[in-house]
């Protein structure tokens, strides 16, 4: 027969177990280059807001309609979200470091792809 000790340490070790495999999965996924989120902005972001970030689902990232929201703002809506929205929270797959650049490449227009004359960028 086990004792409430060992049947305590037991749930310990599983739910131990559980954690560290969920943290390894959201940081598997998580980008770790300038590189790599660059394209997490275009592939990830730019599915609601634009590749172009002009907007879509959700609205245009460019600076000009931005620039009235500081750059601890744009950080706090990534890192949080918006509830009653779209808008997911990403704190589980971004550190506040990768958080703070998105913001503030968001902020300068450094990831926004200089237009083209091809007619598929029109």
């Known amino acids: ?32 280059s300038e590189a790599e989120l660059k394209n997490f902005v275009i592939q990830d972001c730019g599915s609601c807001h634009g590749l172009k970030l002009k907007g879509g ?17 744009i950080s706090a809506i990534i890192r949080e979200g918006v509830p009653g929205t779209a808008m997911p929270p990403w704190k589980a797959l971004l550190t506040d470091q990768q958080i703070a650049w998105i913001s503030e490449q968001l902020k300068s227009g450094a990831l926004i792809a200089p237009e083209s004359d091809s007619p598929r960028s029109r």
Do not use: F, N, Y
Request: one cysteine or more.
């Open 57 to 73: 689902l959700g609205p245009p990232l460019r600076p000009a309609d931005i620039e009235a929201l500081p750059e601890a703002a």
């Open 1 to 32: 027969m086990k004792t409430t000790g060992q049947a305590c340490s037991w749930h310990s070790l599983v739910l131990a177990t559980a954690l560290a495999i969920t943290s390894v999965q959201a940081l598997a996924g998580a980008p770790e």
